[in-house]
């Protein structure tokens, strides 16, 4: 006889399977919500339905947004001869906060990692050739994690992308190694960007 578990364990359950919330977390935001009023449980259920009906990955630079394309390429007083590269759209927003970078990006949809079955086909890269061959950016960014797999992506970037025109640029250490640009404060990365590299 299968016994279905309660609203409350049903919910602790679910928010347990967000990224960094374990089960006492998950608990404490359960009865949170329990003793605030009913309008601003419905408003958070609100947002998340909107979340997942409204925002769609941008048809040429696979950010996220509720329009298509994304405000980053429509938006005339970025600079397009500029593209930076990133692994998730995440990124995207980590680098924004900064208000240091002007130009346009482009989501990988991941990072390079052999062991978890993640090569360049299961990337974006195809389309970041495409758009290149497009649209003649002078630069290319690559702004991937100092981690390894962002490590090799970038390496296997640069040697695709050197013979392509574009001067192909790595972020500057001033992110730590092993870390992740989502973690990041504005200074570390606005660092990173002011002191990027020619690879």
Request: hydrophobic share 40%.
């Amino acid at each position: 006889m299968t016994t279905v578990a309660s609203p409350v364990a049903a919910l602790i359950n679910e928010f347990s399977k967000l990224p960094t919330i374990g089960p006492k977390t998950a608990a404490r935001l359960v009865f949170h919500l329990l003793n605030r009023p009913r309008n601003e449980a419905q408003s958070l259920a609100e947002a998340i339905l909107a979340v997942k009906d409204k925002v769609h990955f941008c048809s040429i630079c696979y950010s996220l947004s509720e329009q298509d394309p994304c405000e980053f390429c429509t938006d005339d007083r970025r600079d397009a001869r500029v593209i930076c590269v990133v692994a998730e759209a995440k990124d995207v927003y980590a680098i924004e906060r900064t208000n240091a970078f002007k130009g346009r990006y482009h989501v990988l949809g991941g990072l390079i990692s052999p062991m978890d079955g993640i090569g360049p086909a299961q990337l974006h890269v195809k389309e970041l050739i495409e758009r290149m061959a497009r649209e003649e950016p002078g630069e290319i960014i690559l702004a991937t994690n100092p981690n390894a797999e962002g490590e090799a992506t970038a390496l296997y970037l640069s040697r695709l992308l050197q013979p392509l025109g574009s001067i192909v640029s790595r972020l500057a250490y001033g992110l730590p190694i092993g870390g992740e640009l989502d973690y990041a404060d504005e200074l570390t990365i606005t660092k990173a960007i002011e002191g990027r590299r020619t690879l």
